[in-house]
C-alpha cells in the first residue's frame, strides 16, 4: 500500500510505526494470550496502558503535580456542557472569548447553563483573529475565563496567554495539544479531544488543578461530575481503551523523538513552508488570517476563485494529497499539519502549491 499524505482536520494523520505496533499487538497483546481490546479494564494488562498514558501526558506536557490528567469519553464537544453543568454557578457568570466556529459552539452550550459575558466576538470580521492577550481581562465575579487555543475551521492560534489574576483560565486545546510548549500552571482546565494531534477518535484529556475540582457542582449525573473520574483515575467506568493504548503508542514515539520541543520545532518548520508559498505568491493564495495569529496547526488559504480551489483540492487528491478541502461553513482550502504530519509531507504540499500556481495564473 502506497500511504496517501493526510491533511485532514481530525480524525487525522498518525505515525505508520504506531499502525505497525498495533497490527503486531492487535490479535495478542504482548504475550498475554488476549487482545487488549477485550481484556478487562480492570485487569493489570489494561492499567499499565491507561497510567502509562496519563504519565506520559504528564512528562511530555509538563503537568504540575497539583493538576489531574482524566481521559474521558463523549469527545470534546462534551466538554462544552460539562464545564459550565460543574464550574458555571445559577447565580454567576463566566466569560467567553468567541474566535471562531468551536468556541461559538462551547459558548452556546454554556449559554444553555447560565450566564455568559462575552470579552471578544471575531464574527463581524469573520473570525479572523484574536485580542491581544493583554487585554483580555475576567469580569468582576467572573467563575472562569473560557478560549480556545486554536480554531480548527478558522485557522487562528493564540501566541501568548492571557493572565487571568484570580479567575481561572479554562482552554479548549483540542487541536494544538502538545504540539508546543505550553505553561499548563496558567491554566485552571486544558481538554482536547485526541483524534489531531494524540491519537485516534474516542478520547478526550482534561488537565485540571486541584483547587478547581472543589468547585465542582454538587448534585450532577456521576459521569458528568469531573470529581468522579478524578477520585478513580479516569476508571470509573470502562475506559475508551483502544483510543487510549494507540495515544500512549503516540505518545511513546513523541517521546523518543525529542519529546515537545522536537515537536514544537517540527510544528514551526511545517507551517513555515506552506506560509512561505502563500505569502510569496503575489496574491494568487491568499490566507484571511491575522499573520499575528496564523495557525501552525491549520493553514487556511483561498484562490483566485472557487473554480480555482475546487480544481486545487481535485488536483491534489489525484496526487494523493487528501484532505484539503477547508470546512464546509467556510469554504476555501485548508491544510492540517498536526504533529504526526511529516516535514516532506509538508513540503510536498508546498511544492504541489507552487506547480500549481505556474500553471493556473
Ligand atoms: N474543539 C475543537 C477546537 C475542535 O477542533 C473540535 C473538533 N474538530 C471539537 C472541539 C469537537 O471535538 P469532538 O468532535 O471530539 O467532539
Known amino acids: 500500500m502506497t500511504r496517501k499524505l493526510n491533511f485532514y482536520a481530525g480524525p487525522s494523520v498518525l505515525p505508520l510505526e504506531v499502525f505497525e505496533e498495533i497490527q503486531k499487538n492487535m490479535v495478542e497483546y504482548g504475550d498475554s494470550g488476549l487482545s487488549l481490546i477485550e481484556t478487562s479494564h480492570r485487569s493489570a494488562t489494561y492499567d499499565e496502558v491507561h497510567m502509562g498514558a496519563i504519565s506520559l501526558i504528564r512528562e511530555l506536557f509538563a503537568v504540575p503535580d497539583n493538576y489531574k490528567v482524566l481521559l474521558l469519553g463523549g469527545g470534546a464537544t462534551l466538554q462544552f456542557g460539562m464545564i459550565p453543568m460543574n ?42 483573529s484574536l485580542p491581544d492577550a493583554g487585554d483580555v481581562k475576567p469580569s468582576d465575579g467572573s467563575s472562569y475565563v473560557y478560549i480556545t487555543s486554536n480554531e480548527t475551521i478558522g485557522g487562528v492560534q493564540w501566541k501568548d496567554w492571557p493572565d487571568t489574576g484570580d479567575v481561572p483560565l479554562f482552554c479548549d486545546m483540542s487541536s494544538d495539544i502538545m504540539s508546543h510548549p505550553v505553561p499548563v500552571e496558567k491554566f485552571g482546565l486544558i481538554y482536547a479531544g485526541a483524534q489531531k494531534n494524540l491519537g485516534p477518535a474516542g478520547v478526550t484529556i482534561v488537565i485540571v488543578r486541584d483547587d478547581i475540582l472543589e468547585r465542582c457542582a454538587d448534585g450532577l449525573p456521576a459521569y458528568l461530575d469531573y470529581r468522579t473520574h478524578a477520585n478513580k483515575d479516569s476508571l470509573y467506568n470502562t475506559p ?34 506552506v506560509y512561505d508559498v502563500i505569502d510569496g505568491s503575489d496574491g494568487f493564495y491568499r490566507c484571511p488570517v491575522d499573520e499575528r495569529y496564523r495557525s501552525e496547526m491549520n493553514v487556511v488559504f483561498r484562490l483566485p476563485s472557487e473554480d480555482l480551489e475546487k480544481a486545487f483540492v481535485a488536483e491534489a487528491t489525484s496526487k494523493g494529497m487528501m484532505g484539503l478541502k477547508g470546512h464546509r461553513s467556510v469554504g476555501g482550502c485548508r491544510a492540517s499539519l498536526y504533529n504526526s504530519m511529516t516535514v516532506e509531507g509538508a513540503g510536498e504540499l508546498a511544492e504541489f502549491m507552487k506547480g500549481f500556481m505556474k500553471e493556473k495564473r
Do not use: T
Request: hydrophobic share 40%; proline share 4%.
Open 87 to 128: 464550574f458555571l454557578p445559577k447565580d454567576g457568570h463566566c466569560d467567553f472569548v468567541v474566535s471562531g466556529s468551536w468556541s461559538k459552539k462551547a459558548y452556546d452550550d454554556a449559554k444553555k447553563i447560565g450566564s455568559v459575558n462575552v470579552l471578544f466576538d471575531g464574527k463581524s470580521e469573520g473570525y479572523v
Open 240 to 273: 475508551p481503551v483502544f483510543p487510549i493504548w494507540a495515544m500512549k503508542l503516540v505518545l511513546e514515539r513523541m517521546k523518543r523523538i525529542g519529546g515537545i520541543e522536537a515537536m514544537a520545532k517540527h510544528n514551526r518548520d511545517k507551517a513555515s513552508l
